[in-house]
C-alpha cells in the first residue's frame, strides 16, 4: 500500500532538476522555491524562467493526482479521494531550510520537517481491520481494497499520527548562475515525499 504512493514521482521533477532557474544568490532560497512549487501550490517566476515549463503549479497538481491514483491500481471514488487527501496534508505540513555550508558553486541546506507517520497510521487501520472483519465479508477483493483505503481516508481526515522532527541534507549546485539540487530528480523527489511523509521506505 505505502510503496505506489512513490509511483508519481516521475510526472513531478523530470524538467526540473536539470537546470534550474530565476538567478538567486541562496541556495536555501532556491530550494524553498522549489518546495513550494511542488507541494504547496506556488507559482513563481523561478520555475518557469528556469525550466521553460508553462505548467502551473495546478496543473502539476492534477498529475499528481492522477498518478497516485493509477499507481494505486484501486478503481472508484476512494482512490480519487485519497490522492486528494494526501496532497492536501502535504500542503498543510510546514518546514524549514537552512544554508548549512557554501563555498564556490556548491552548497548544503537543511530541510527540517514534522512528517505524517504513515507506517503506523497503516497500524492502526489493519487493527481497525482485524477488529471488526464482519464489516468486510461477502466483499470482493476490489470491494475489500477500496473499503479498506476508505478507512485510510478517514484516518488521513482524523490528525493522522506526526512522527519525530527529522532534517535531511541535500546538496546544491551552481550551474550557469543557478542554484540547483544536485543528483537526480527522481531521487530528490523521493527524498522530499519522505520529509513529509515517514514510513515510505
Not at 537546470?19 to 518546495?35: M, V
Request: charged share 35%; aromatic share 8%; with cysteine.
Amino acid at each position: 500500500m505505502k510503496k505506489f504512493l512513490l509511483l508519481f514521482l516521475s510526472v513531478v521533477l523530470v524538467f526540473t532538476v536539470a537546470g534550474c532557474g530565476k538567478k538567486t544568490e541562496e541556495p536555501d532560497k532556491a530550494l524553498s522555491i522549489l518546495i513550494d512549487y511542488i507541494h504547496y501550490g506556488k507559482d513563481n517566476d523561478f520555475i518557469k524562467d528556469a525550466y521553460k515549463e508553462k505548467a502551473t503549479s495546478a496543473q502539476l497538481r492534477e498529475k499528481m493526482e492522477e498518478s497516485i491514483v493509477e499507481g494505486s491500481g484501486i478503481d472508484g471514488d476512494a482512490a480519487n479521494e485519497y490522492a486528494k487527501i494526501m496532497l492536501d496534508l502535504i500542503a498543510k505540513q510546514t518546514y524549514k531550510v537552512e544554508k548549512i555550508s557554501e563555498d564556490g558553486k556548491n552548497a548544503k541546506v537543511k530541510l527540517t520537517t514534522t512528517p505524517i507517520d504513515f507506517e503506523q497510521l497503516l497500524e492502526d487501520a489493519m487493527a481497525d481491520v482485524e477488529e471488526d472483519q464482519s464489516a468486510f465479508e461477502g466483499m470482493s477483493q476490489a470491494e475489500a481494497e477500496e473499503a479498506s483505503l476508505d478507512l485510510i481516508n478517514k484516518k488521513l481526515k482524523d490528525n493522522p499520527p506526526l512522527a519525530e522532527e527529522m532534517t535531511k541534507t541535500f546538496d546544491m549546485v551552481k550551474k550557469n548562475g543557478y542554484w540547483v539540487v544536485d543528483g537526480s530528480p527522481e531521487t530528490f523527489e523521493i527524498e522530499l515525499l519522505k520529509s513529509f511523509i515517514s514510513g515510505m521506505e
